[in-house]
Nanobody, 137 residues
């Protein structure tokens, strides 16, 4: 799977940006979770959001507490693209954002290992290049 992230740039505090993650190669929403991570200067890479499916095939999303209510992960199944809609930006959102993909290989209480709160970046196998988001007035 190849991932192409785009859409970073300069955002205003309180403003919005939308990031895109286009997947190609042998990709199917049936088999893969897509996640977004970010890494601020001097900090470790942290999980932001992810989208996967439950055992019945129903999509679900999960968000880090720092972005819940402000960010939305949206999947376009026809374009094999996952978007990260970022609203109510604040300077603490400044970071390089990465999208990543990983196989769905089971569930625990209806959620996958790779799409649950606090998931580690090390779980993910496939990574796109980063896109820089800077929030500043």
């Amino acid at each position: 799977v190849q991932l192409q992230a785009s859409g970073g740039g300069l955002g205003q505090p309180g403003g919005s940006l939308r990031l895109s993650c286009a997947a190609s190669g042998p990709f199917s929403w049936q088999y893969y979770t897509i996640g977004w991570f970010r890494q601020a200067p001097g900090k470790e890479r942290e999980w932001v959001s992810c989208t996967s499916r439950d055992p019945l095939g129903t999509p679900y999303e999960s968000y880090a507490s720092s972005v819940k209510g402000r960010f939305s992960i949206i999947r376009d199944v026809n374009k094999d693209t996952a978007y990260l809609q970022m609203d109510s930006l604040n300077p603490e959102d400044t970071a390089v954002y990465y999208c990543a993909a990983d196989w769905i290989d089971g569930w625990d209480r209806g959620v996958t290992e790779n799409c649950r709160e606090g998931v580690s970046p090390s779980v993910y196998e496939f990574w796109g290049q980063g896109t820089l988001v800077t929030v500043s007035s």
